[in-house]
C-alpha cells in the first residue's frame, strides 16, 4: 500500500490539530510534518520530503503565496494544496500564479481533502499524475514564472 507523507503548515495549533486528526483516520496518509509560517514550511519541505503539502496564506513571517513559489523552485515535485478561508477568484487566481497544484476552501475541507488524498495516494501508486477535481475545473490558463524568492532561512537554535 501506498503512503501518501503530508506536511500541514497554518499559523492556526488548533486547525493543524483539527485536519491532521482527520488525515491520520484517513487509510495510506502519515503527516510527517506541521509548519506554522512559511519560512519553516520551506524547511520542513526540503528536508522532509513531504508527497504533499498543505498550505495556509496567511501566516507570519512569510505567506502561503511565496511559501509555496519557493516549495515549487527547491522540491519541485512536492505537490502544494492552498487551504483557504478566503474562495474568491483573486486568492484563487494568486494560488495559480504561486504554482500551486490546487486550492482548497477551508468552508468545504472535509469532502475536498477526501478526493484530493484518494487522487493523490492513487497518483502515487500508479506513477501517473492526477489532477483533482478542484484544479481541473480551473477556469484560468496562464503560464506560471517560477523563480527563487531569495528568503534566507535562518535555523532556530
Known sequence: ???????????????????????KRQQG???IG???????????TERLRPDLVLMDLDMPECDGFEATREIKTRV??????????????SYRRMAWRSAADGFIEKTSMKNDLMALVADERRRL?????????AVESHPWSWSVTRGPLNIQLQTKK
Not at 493543524?16 to 488525515?23: G, H, Q
Not at 501508486?125 to 477535481?133: C, L, S, T
Open 76 to 89: 519541485p515535485n512536492t505537490r502544494v494544496f492552498i487551504l483557504s478561508m478566503h474562495g474568491d477568484d
Open 29 to 31: 496518509v502519515e503527516i
Open 1 to 23: 500500500m501506498v503512503t501518501l507523507k503530508v506536511l500541514l503548515v497554518d499559523d492556526h495549533d488548533g486547525l493543524r490539530a483539527t485536519v491532521a486528526s482527520f488525515l
Open 34 to 44: 506541521e509548519a506554522a509560517n512559511g519560512i519553516r514550511a520551506i524547511e520542513q
Open 125 to 133: 501508486g500508479e506513477g501517473v499524475r492526477v489532477v483533482a477535481p
